[in-house]
């Protein structure tokens, strides 16, 4: 049997491996689900924003997403360089001259609230790709363009597990 090619009803666990969860990605190698290691989580001083980072296991990039559950989509916010040791709930950064905390992945992954399938915004990754290459240093993009979002995941598409 193929296992790239099942979609499992929640992201495998190990005690010792990051959480992960899968991304619907119409980019690149596109139209597939992957399997993507969620690092941690980031909010601002009051709580307000929460917001969680997985790492795109094709490029090594740790996306910052704003989680819009209405229609199952994570926004890219922005590219972080955080080393994942420092997403421990002890540390934060500096970004737009505001304070993150950064958090767990554990903690990011009650933020998902038990769903394990998104779909990423293209607009969203294609702005912060682009502003990350013209800016060199983390940086929030503005919050998204209301506009018609995929809010289901087609099916029987390909899905890529991160290696074991």
């Known amino acids: 049997?193929?296992?790239?090619?099942?979609?499992?009803?929640?992201?495998?666990?190990?005690?010792?491996?990051?959480?992960?969860?899968?991304?619907?990605?119409?980019?690149?190698?596109?139209?597939?689900?992957?399997e993507s290691r969620v690092i941690g989580m980031m909010s601002d001083i009051s709580g307000s924003e929460k917001l969680i980072v997985a790492q795109d296991p094709h490029s090594g990039l740790k996306f910052i997403y704003r989680i819009d559950h209405e229609s199952s989509n994570l926004d890219a916010a922005a590219i972080t360089e955080q080393d994942e040791?420092?997403?421990?709930?002890?540390?934060?950064?500096?970004?737009n001259a505001m304070s993150y905390r950064l958090g767990t992945a554990e903690n990011a992954m009650k933020l998902l609230r038990g769903k394990t399938h998104w779909i990423q915004d293209k607009g969203a990754v294609l702005s912060v790709l682009l502003q990350n290459a013209a800016a060199r240093k983390t940086r929030f993009s503005p919050p998204?363009?209301?506009?018609?979002?995929?809010?289901?995941?087609?099916?029987?598409?390909?899905?890529?597990?991160l290696p074991t």
């Open 85 to 95: 040791s420092v997403f421990n709930g002890k540390h934060s950064v500096e970004i």
């Open 1 to 34: 049997m193929d296992r790239s090619r099942l979609a499992p009803a929640a992201a495998p666990l190990a005690s010792s491996a990051r959480p992960s969860i899968f991304i619907y990605t119409e980019e690149q190698r596109g139209n597939q689900l992957v």
């Open 144 to 161: 998204r363009i209301e506009r018609d979002r995929m809010r289901k995941v087609p099916h029987g598409v390909p899905v890529e597990l």
